[in-house]
């Protein structure tokens, strides 16, 4: 035994200690190996994707620059791609300062190695700035390089961003130039089974044909990477003379403009810059606040979550618009970007020098000047528009200051309509409410405790969710009183925000939300008081369960994390399929148990049970034919007869799993 302690003691003493040999260093592209999610967002199917527009994007800089005229695109078995462009090719003499390497090789294996950092070899360049291809090289199990400069051709293969050899000089290839990159994503950093989706290269590939109206992308598909009902074409020649025109074209399709004339135009050497290409046009019908979009780029690359360009085009347009409303002595003041933006159809694209982005990514636009730049050009053609054709002009107008008009009626309807609510209903003081004044497309959380309630209130949208925290668990309405029912003050405060009545005075046009979330630890207590709040609407609101309004929303108890992979656990079954399946078994994976709602970050807690696109939920489902049979089962757990719970454990035990082992 004293051995034994001592041991343990020196084996602590060496844990203790931090010297220069725990310093790790990693060279080449292993930090990209290791953390791929700092440079592509991830390892799942849209950070592989990346990888594509990574690869596109260095053979668009060339044909932006003006030395490329096509693209070509190819898709191949066993989830291999091949980019090709005819430019003037990757250099390939020695590099002056790693003699030892040509030029592509460095490009290839070092980060942050590239012409695009002032050399002049390009003015405004949508790639990674010398990390995008070496990336796309690190996260490639095979990757072979193609070039040819002055009619000869060279070849070099790599394999996880490591070179196989050395620079080959292949022969002659007369009256051709260009680069070539084949590569396949290796499936040691992406799951297995994430394949690239032939549909999504497509749309992608077609984008950029229409970012560039001068260059031709040639896209060929093999037939066997196709299913049945794909529309994908496997071979199409994408080009577009008019640009972001012949996009806005398809996209408006032949729903009726406000104006018989898009609103486009392009400008050359933009604020000292390289360009500012812009296509709008305003929808006149079957279109509502929703349906306007924007969609924006910045050296061909999208920006999906919007920027500075965008922020400085809508300042044009609102401008512009309210200018022209004063010349012509109308409501100018009312006029809102959103009044002049909420059914458009906008695109813009910008090309500007070392552009910043929001993120690795690059979802977001965040150079200053761009706003300034968009803002100065295109006004000034916004204003010439407008006065080239004023019918048109008249009519965008009316429709613009119409749409104001709108918008302040419902704005004080929604006041009027809150603070009658509000008279009525004596709202509890503990519901953060919705700004949106309809049921349809409103969310109410009922969420326990006021720990849980500021994170949710944190987490939610403001527009359409409200959340409601209840302290303890509420009243099991299946075994009380009519009087304990009355005395309850969350079964009050509950009744309250919902507006719709309980029992014989339920009305289902008061109801104010349009589905009522039930959103608890994912623990055992957690699960008590969801039990007891399903009890409350069976009893007290049936018709809500029955009509579909019902939810129960489904929050982690896990969160692994491991490398730049993370995922979420719903219960312990799920944490073991995950560990088996999103990760290697000799890796190390972090993992944190949520002790409730209210530990989780306003951003987890938004990611994982809150936000639309991203949560699941189970809705509470009522058919008409089982009402018998539910009350008969509620009645036996939920009412005041022990027995016949402690008759459904004896006789259901067989059913229950038991709790797993700790991994």
């Known amino acids: 035994m004293p051995a034994a302690k001592k041991e343990t003691k020196k084996t602590a003493a060496k844990k203790n200690q931090y010297t220069a040999s725990d310093i790790e260093v990693l060279e080449g592209l292993e930090p990209v190996r290791r953390r791929p999610g700092m440079y592509i967002g991830g390892t799942d199917s849209h950070a592989m994707h990346h990888l594509f527009a990574e690869v596109i994007d260095n053979a668009m800089d060339e044909a932006v620059a ?3 005229s096509y693209i070509e695109v190819q898709v191949l078995p066993n989830n291999e791609l ?30 942050h190695a590239g012409g695009k950092f002032g050399s ?9 700035h010398g990390v995008g291809v070496s990336v796309v090289n690190a996260l490639a199990s095979s990757l072979l390089v193609e070039v040819i400069r002055d009619e000869t051709l060279y070849t070099q293969s790599f394999s996880r961003g490591i070179a196989k050899g050395k620079l080959k000089k292949m022969g002659k290839a007369k009256n051709k130039r260009g680069t070539s990159i084949r590569f396949t994503p290796d499936t040691d950093i992406f799951s297995k089974g994430t394949d690239f989706s032939p549909s999504r290269l497509y749309a992608m590939s077609k984008a950029k044909a229409y970012l560039f109206g001068g260059v031709e992308i040639r896209w060929q598909c093999d037939k066997s990477l196709l299913k049945k009902d794909d529309p994908t074409p496997l071979t199409d020649t994408l080009k577009f003379p008019n640009g972001l ?7 408006i399709g032949k729903r009726p403009c406000v104006t018989d004339r898009p609103f486009t135009g392009k400008v050359q050497k933009a604020g000292g810059h390289g360009s500012v290409e812009w296509a709008v046009n305003w929808a006149a019908a079957g279109m509502g606040d929703a349906d306007g979009m924007s969609v924006s780029y910045c050296n061909t690359i999208p920006t999906p979550e919007g920027g500075t360009h965008e922020q400085g085009l809508r300042s044009a347009l609102t401008k512009g618009i309210r200018n022209y409303a004063e010349r012509t002595k109308k409501k100018a003041a009312v006029i809102t970007a959103e009044d002049v933006m909420g059914t458009a159809a906008a695109f813009i694209s910008v090309f500007i020098r070392e552009p910043e982005f929001q993120g690795q990514t690059k979802d977001r636009l965040s150079t200053p000047d761009a706003a300034r730049i968009v803002e100065s050009t295109v006004r000034d053609y916004f204003e010439h528009y407008l006065a080239e054709s004023p019918q048109d002009s008249d009519r965008l107008l009316d429709w613009v200051v119409s749409r104001a008009e709108d918008r302040i009626k419902r704005r004080q309807e929604r006041d009027v309509s809150r603070k009658s609510a509000a008279r009525k209903l004596r709202l509890p003081g503990k519901l953060a409410d ?17 720990s849980a309630g500021g994170s949710a209130k944190q987490a939610r949208n403001r527009k359409s969710q409200a959340v409601l925290p209840l302290r303890g668990k509420i009243l ?5 009183t009519v009087t304990k029912l009355q005395q309850s003050q969350q079964i009050a405060d509950l009744a309250q925000a919902l507006g719709c009545g309980t029992g014989a005075q339920y009305d289902e046009s008061r109801l104010r939300y349009d589905k009522v979330i039930i959103m608890t630890d994912a623990d055992v207590d957690g699960a008590h008081i969801a039990a007891l709040l399903v009890t409350f609407f069976h009893e007290q609101m049936p018709d809500l369960i029955y009509n579909g309004h019902l939810y129960l929303a489904v929050p982690p108890l896990y969160r692994l994390a491991q490398g730049g992979k993370t995922f979420y656990a719903r219960d312990d ?19 944190s148990r949520f002790k409730g709602l209210g530990e989780m970050m306003p951003a987890q807690l938004k990611e994982t049970t809150m936000h639309p696109d991203k949560r699941q939920m189970l809705q509470v489902i009522l058919p008409e034919d089982m009402k018998k049979e539910t009350k008969k089962i509620l009645t036996n ?7 016949l719970r402690y008759k459904f454990i004896q006789e259901n035990a067989g059913l229950a799993v038991p709790e797993l082992l700790d991994i």
Do not use: W
């Open 245 to 251: 025109a012949d996009y806005l074209t398809e996209q």
């Open 573 to 591: 079954a799920h944490r073991l399929a995950l560990l088996n399946s999103e990760f290697k078994k000799s890796a190390k994976v972090e993992i």
């Open 434 to 450: 919705c700004s949106q004044s309809a049921a349809q497309g409103s969310e109410l959380f009922i969420v326990e405790g006021d």
């Open 82 to 111: 091949i980019i090709r462009d005819n430019g003037r090719g990757i250099p390939i003499d020695p590099h002056p300062k790693y003699k030892d390497k040509s030029a592509l090789e460095v490009i290839m294996t070092m980060l």
């Open 637 to 643: 757990l939920m009412g005041n007869k022990p027995d």
């Open 120 to 128: 002049g070899a390009y003015d405004t360049a949508g790639g990674l």
């Open 66 to 68: 003006g030395h490329a």
């Open 476 to 480: 099991n309405v299946a075994n009380s």
